[in-house]
Every structure is written in C-alpha cells, then in structure tokens.
T-cell receptor, first 113, second 116 residues
Framework: KNQVEQSPQSLIILEGKNCTLQ??????????LRWYKQDTGRGPVSLTI?????NTKSNGRYTATLDADTKQSSLHITASQLSDSASYICVVSARAAGNKLTFGGGTRVLVKP | DSGVTQTPKHLITATGQRVTLRCSPRSGDLSVYWYQQSLDQGLQFLIQ???????AKGNILERFSAQQFPDLHSELNLSSLELGDSALYFC???????????????FGPGTRLTVT
C-alpha cells in the first residue's frame, strides 16, 4: 500500500532559526516527490518537485532533499520567518496513469517571534 | 493567485441535502482534480478528469459525483449530505496531458462546506 509518513507532526521554532522536516514514503513505482506549503484554510502551494534523478532542490529559503534509495526526503527551512508558519505537506506520485498522488499528513510549523 | 477559481467560497447546508461545487482550471490546463480535507486531516484525493474524461478515482463516496464540461470547468456534486462531509474541498489543475511525470498541480482557494 502506498503511504507517506511525515515527522514531526508539529513543531515550534523561534524566528530566525532553522528547522528540518522529514518525509518517508513507500510509494512505488516512484515518479516524483513534492513539498507543498499550506496556510490555514487556503489551498496548498508548491515549493519543490523532485524526480528520481534529483537529490536536492532549493526554492529561496526552502531546500528539499531526496534519497530515492532509502525513500526519504527532507525539507529544510533556513532563517525562519513568521510567514513560514503553515503546514508543510509531502506528496509522492506513483508512475501510473492519472498522476495519482499520495499525501502525507503534514507537519504543522509555528514560528514564534 | 494560482489561477484556479472555485465557487462558492463557503456553503452551509443541512443533512440530506445536495450541493454542487464549481471549479474553473487555469487557462490551458486540461486536467482537474478534486480533494477533500476534513478538519485537521490531510488531503484526500477524490477524482481526476482530463479533457472531459474521468482519469483516476480515489476515495470518492458513491454519494459524490463529478464531471468536466467541454469548457473544462468541473463540478463536484455531493448528495445525501452527512455531518461528516463537512470539510474543505479543493480543486487543482495541471497541464500535463497524461498526468504522469512532474506535472505541477495548482490548487484553488477551496470551498468550505458545513453540514448542520
């Protein structure tokens, strides 16, 4: 069964600090992995998409890594800002018709001043 | 702004009723996806359409149905509503014709459905 597990479920960090979110998946055959940011009550917004051959991708202060061998990904937030407070969702796509995505439960990040 | 529009923004209705949620994809996108997100839950994929045809089905209840029209907008119909159907319903669209590969999905702002 295709599954995506994220950890931690939630975390609180101080403004300006760094943090790393984890994502483990069992989706097969693997096509790509995405990280989304979702503000409360709003639609998710894509941060990065990585395919099998990519092991790191950055989008501003967000850097995602992918280890396809261990089926793990991480999202690193550098120099956090108050606006980084959101849920971060790891989504994995299987190489099958329909681009069906398996969503992780998300990590809720709260940045405090 | 993702370019995906959803109406209405909010909907309050009673149990047993039927509602229709509407989605307009980004200009040029042929694929439309519907997702449900219950309170404090993750996103659940419901169904996907590509150019008017059903492409993939997820955890969609039999009481729910959807369609994509020739102008590519999509509607999600929810009937015999139950309290547990209260949730945010998101629509997303993408350009990639086959739905595989690293095709970006752009999400709309969602429709918040409250069933009382």
């Amino acid at each position: 069964k295709n599954q995506v597990e994220q950890s931690p479920q939630s975390l609180i960090i101080l403004e300006g600090k760094n943090c790393t979110l984890q994502c483990n998946y069992t989706v097969s055959p693997f096509s790509n992995l995405r990280w989304y940011k979702q503000d409360t009550g709003r639609g998710p917004v894509s941060l990065t998409i990585m395919t099998f051959s990519e092991n790191t991708k950055s989008n501003g202060r967000y850097t995602a890594t992918l280890d396809a061998d261990t089926k793990q990904s991480s999202l690193h937030i550098t120099a956090s800002q108050l606006s980084d407070s959101a849920s971060y969702i790891c989504v994995v796509s299987a190489r099958a018709a329909g681009n069906k995505l398996t969503f992780g439960g998300g990590t809720r990040v709260l940045v405090k001043p | 702004d993702s370019g995906v529009t959803q109406t209405p923004k909010h909907l309050i209705t009673a149990t047993g009723q039927r509602v229709t949620l509407r989605c307009s994809p980004r200009s040029g996108d042929l694929s439309v996806y519907w997702y449900q997100q219950s309170l404090d839950q993750g996103l659940q994929f419901l169904i996907q359409y590509y150019n008017g045809e059903e492409r993939a089905k997820g955890n969609i209840l039999e009481r729910f149905s959807a369609q994509q029209f020739p102008d590519l907008h999509s509607e999600l119909n929810l009937s015999s509503l139950e309290l547990g159907d209260s949730a945010l319903y998101f629509c997303a669209s993408s350009t990639h014709p086959t739905g595989t590969g690293a095709s970006e999905q752009y999400f709309g702002p969602g429709t918040r459905l409250t069933v009382t």
